[in-house]
């Protein structure tokens, strides 16, 4: 395992049960969508109407929104910015900080009000850190066993000829 | 920080371009991005200013096919070169997993290419990643301009090495691009040095392009077996 490069992993139950708090939030709020990213602009889970927009490129972006006011934070003297909203005629969003590691993404129209998704998330994003500690703490006991790809040495040689 | 997706069944990579401004790092995202098949890619999303000039990075994710049942997803990003960019470059250096460094090959351009190394190791140290530890491949780019220098001397200053202190390591270990060269090997004072294996390239044709990103995404898969 190379130094500095932390994997992570989850597995289906982790999966299913971020989606069930993901879809009560969309049910509490009436929000359109909701994903989570990964800082280094994954894209994890989308729950809701499924976007119409490349769900990848909106993952970057996102990481490198947060990324980039992370750092208008601390030249204000802030350690971190832990929401962000951004105003559209029709369409918002509203992004929030899990554990430091994962941006929930809620993305609502004039269904709803900012006010309740900004209240809604707040519990949401008590729970998802709740699991994602439990998925990074599994992760680094993990570290020190045999990778997926353990003994696959072959098959990645294969992979690229 | 590779993703594993058990859900999707996915892994998912990030590979950083880094390198000095106008060196051709968005040039090798394009030439991938031209020559994978529009299924296996998604769009090519640029962060650029009015001169094309890359302002916070270039990004692209291709599929390099699958293994054990999960896809290989690679997530490519080119960082802006120009030194007064760092802020954002070092953003997009959070959570890599392999770094391309593409030096420009022209002799003018010998201490750009210096200024932009020391950055890396800067920036990369400041998250607490080693470099040395880490996928990492060097591609001497336009190699076929008339001023280009010697691939000695760019390998000397570039890529002279590092040590390696652990002693299981130190074994003459030969280069599987290079044919006659040593990734690891030991100098005539008796340190152990290992190099970052490099690739000539010239990326506004495409040659090299894709044994770089090649070597670079089985180094990081690597890590993972």
Same mark, same amino acid.
């Given at each position: 395992m190379a130094v500095g490069s932390a994997s992570w992993s989850f597995t289906e139950e982790d999966f299913n049960a971020i989606t069930a708090t993901l879809q009560r939030f969309l049910g509490e709020t009436n929000a359109r969508c909701a994903l989570l990213v990964d800082r280094s602009g994954q894209l994890i889970a989308t729950v809701g109407e499924q976007p119409t927009f490349d769900p990848t490129a909106f993952a970057t972006l996102t990481a490198a929104d947060f990324s980039a006011n992370d750092q208008l934070a601390k030249l204000i003297g802030? &350690?971190?910015?832990?929401s962000l909203f951004h105003q559209g005629e029709k369409e918002s969003m509203y992004l929030a900080d899990i554990a430091r590691r994962v941006i929930l993404v809620a993305l609502f129209d004039n269904r709803t009000t900012l006010g309740l998704v900004r209240l809604k998330i707040k519990d949401t994003v008590l729970e998802l850190t709740k699991l994602f500690h439990d998925v990074f703490t599994r992760g680094k006991s993990a570290? &020190?066993?045999?990778?997926?790809? &353990?003994?696959a040495d072959d098959e990645i040689d294969q992979l690229f000829g | 920080m590779s993703m594993i997706n058990y859900a999707s069944r996915e892994i998912n990579c990030k590979i950083v371009y880094y390198g000095p401004g106008l060196g051709g790092k968005t040039t090798n995202l394009e030439h991938v991005y031209g020559k994978v098949k529009p299924d296996t890619r998604g769009k090519l999303i640029s962060l650029a $200013?009015?001169?094309?000039? $890359?302002?916070f990075f270039d990004f692209l994710p291709v599929d390099l096919g699958t293994i054990r049942g999960f896809k290989t997803r690679f997530h490519l990003y080119t960082v802006p070169g120009q030194v007064y960019y760092n802020a954002s470059r070092k953003l997009i250096?959070?959570?890599?997993d392999g770094i391309v460094f593409v030096a420009d090959s022209q002799v003018e351009r010998m201490e750009a290419n210096l200024e932009a190394m020391q950055n890396l190791y800067d920036n990369m140290a400041e998250y607490g990643y080693d470099l040395t530890k880490m996928p990492f491949v060097i591609q001497y780019n336009k190699r076929d301009l008339p001023n280009a220098a010697p691939l000695a001397e760019l390998q000397q200053s570039l890529n002279p090495g590092w040590e390696v202190t652990d002693t299981a390591r130190q074994k003459v270990t030969a280069d599987q691009f290079h044919p006659g060269e040593n990734i690891i090997e030991q100098l005539p004072t008796g340190e152990w040095v290992e190099h970052a294996t490099y690739f000539e390239a010239v990326a506004v044709t495409g040659d090299g392009v894709f044994d770089t990103l090649k070597a670079v995404s089985k180094l990081v898969l690597k890590t993972l077996a």
């Open positions: 802030e &350690s971190d910015f832990n570290a &020190s066993k045999p990778g997926l790809l &353990s003994g | $200013t009015e001169t094309e000039r $890359t302002l250096l959070k959570g890599v």
